[in-house]
């Protein structure tokens, strides 16, 4: 029966839109017999992006197991919204209005929530979005960058994280269709395409979360939340959205490997790995973009690097 399991789990990922959609996640649950989420009770969880989408249910469900969740996100009302319907929970909600793609208000961020003495068990990078035309943060990066990946690496930074702090990134299967390249990770106003830039800034993410886990930074893993029907994906991608919304994951299904991750006993599932539907993936789908373990170390390392130079003024 295990062995039927995983042929017909190879079959789904080999497909693509088989295990992206709902159909995968649906055959994958009962498959593998995914059990109920563990409550945390007290477990205190960062999250960003959680006033739309998938950070919205996934912190209203955190609070639902007991976690004390530190909530990010740049509309004040929505996150006042998503505060108050997690009165009644078993665990609770904090807001912190902040736009992670500028550095200063990153580091007003992170010293107001030392101050508080409340130190974060799990951290998880959520917040993002997908623009189709250039723009540049307050400090004059390009945009795209600044909040999927720099944002949160000062913000990890900043937290002092411990190689016990789980740190979990959100990604997207964008990210398969590009290599890292260093060089070719910023783009310019005049070469910019918001999916590419996209899909770079993903695949950097992914380079970092390993090095973060090789060097016992931190308990550094991602997650994969497939094709989920969310306001973000209309309208960033209204046609893709439109075409597949027949077989578009709801929320539930899309945040259940981000959940299951976030509340497994503190230093599981194993670090270094991207998950997708409770289950480890592969990093690579293309020939492309696939390099070795001593490749992908040596991008680590020169990321890492180039993260700390450009993030410099604000890391004194």
Not at 243 to 265: I, S, Y
Request: aromatic share 6%.
């Amino acid at each position: 029966m295990k062995a039927s399991r995983h042929v017909v789990d190879r079959a789904l990922e080999a497909s693509v839109v088989g295990s992206f959609s709902s159909l995968g996640f649906g055959i994958r649950r009962r498959l593998e017999h995914f059990e109920d989420l563990e409550p945390r009770p007290g477990r205190v969880i960062l999250l960003s992006g959680v006033t739309s989408g998938l950070g919205r249910y996934s912190a209203l469900a955190l609070a639902g197991l007991g976690c004390q969740v530190i909530g990010i996100g740049r509309n004040q009302d929505r996150l006042d919204d998503v505060v108050a319907d997690s009165e009644s929970l078993a665990g609770s909600i904090t807001g912190y209005r902040c736009d992670l793609s500028d550095f200063d208000a990153v580091t007003a961020l992170a010293s107001r929530i030392r101050e508080t003495g409340v130190i974060p068990e799990v951290i998880i990078h959520n917040a993002g979005a997908l623009s189709d035309t250039f723009t540049t943060n307050a400090q004059g990066v390009e945009m795209t960058l600044a909040t999927h990946l720099l944002g949160p690496a000062l913000l990890t930074k900043l937290l002092e994280v411990s190689s016990q702090t789980s740190v979990i990134a959100m990604t997207s299967g964008g990210m398969y269709s590009q290599a890292f390249d260093l060089e070719q990770l910023e783009m310019t106003a005049e070469n910019y395409q918001g999916t590419v830039a996209y899909a770079r800034a993903k695949r950097a993410q992914i380079v970092l979360m390993v090095h973060q886990a090789w060097t016992h930074e931190c308990h550094a893993l991602a997650v994969h939340p497939g094709w989920t029907n969310t306001p973000g994906l209309s309208e960033a991608l209204p046609t893709f959205s439109t075409l597949l919304k027949p077989v578009l994951r709801g929320v539930e299904a899309g945040a259940d490997t981000l959940l299951w991750a976030a509340t497994q006993p503190l230093g599981q599932p194993p670090a270094g790995q991207l998950y997708f539907d409770r289950r480890p993936r592969s990093l690579f789908k293309l020939p492309k973009t696939k390099v070795d373990e001593s490749t992908l170390h040596t991008q680590g390392d020169a990321l890492h690097a180039w993260i700390n130079e450009r993030l410099a003024p604000w890391l004194i």
